[in-house]
């Protein structure tokens, strides 16, 4: 079963407006980590945030923020204001305690393309 | 301070030839990790090290994949022999020293683009 799903293969937004990028994920451990990486296209991948599943707040940096509702599984990344700079790939990633190691599961990406 | 350096960017390769990538993490990072990225999908952790010892290897295709780190520090992923599958990014990522609960970031190198032909 997929771990971290990612249903949205594109987006399109207009500079300065917000976006959101959805994620499920699936797990039965009750600790457990998500995070968004953004992978420009010159392919390294860059840590946006993280959000633990005990936090009691969504996780917040600067522009992006982190809608994370428990009970539905989801952690939807929220970008506000877009810049033209934020146009690249975008990833979902969970963390489970139970495997140890600091091992994260991806999900399959969404393209996100930012408008002038 | 230095980035995650991988080499080369970029390699083209018959299908049955072997070859092999090299990754010098972040100093002072503990963890190394070799994921592995076929393109439209998300990256997938071939092996991780902590140190110089393997930490998991469970997704690794060890009948062709081999990876070590001398002395804790670069380290060198290889594919012997190459089948058109393995046309992916390699990418290497490093981390401070990670236990099993908490978390570290982890930094990405910019990765090496293989195409097997």
């Known amino acids: 079963a997929q771990k971290i799903t990612q249903t949205q293969p594109g987006m399109f937004v207009q500079e300065k407006e917000a976006v959101t990028l959805d994620c499920t994920y699936d797990t039965s451990d009750p600790s457990y980590g998500l995070f968004w990486y953004k992978q420009p296209s010159s392919g390294e991948m860059i840590f946006l945030i993280y959000q633990g599943s005990y936090d009691q707040q969504n996780a917040t940096e600067g522009r992006y923020s982190l809608n994370f509702q428990k009970a539905r599984k989801s952690a939807n990344l929220v970008i506000s204001a877009s810049q033209l700079g934020d146009s690249a790939m975008y990833f979902c990633a969970m963390r489970e305690a139970n495997t140890g190691f600091q091992k994260l599961v991806f999900g399959t990406g969404t393209r996100l393309l930012v408008s002038p | 301070e230095a980035g995650v350096a991988q080499s080369p960017r970029y390699k083209i390769i018959e299908k049955r030839q072997s070859v092999a990538f090299w990754c010098n993490p972040i100093s002072g990072h503990a963890t190394l990790y070799w994921y592995q990225q076929i393109l439209g999908q998300g990256p997938k952790l071939l092996i991780q090290f902590q140190n110089n010892g393997v930490v998991d290897d469970s997704q690794l295709p060890k009948d062709r994949f081999s990876a070590e780190r001398l002395k804790g520090v670069d380290s060198t992923l290889k594919i012997q022999p190459a089948k058109l599958e393995d046309s992916a990014v390699y990418l290497c990522?490093?981390?401070?020293?990670?236990?099993?609960?908490?978390?570290?970031?982890?930094?990405f190198g910019p990765g090496t683009r293989l195409t097997v032909l």
């Open positions: 990522a490093s981390s401070l020293r990670v236990g099993t609960s908490g978390w570290n970031e982890q930094f």
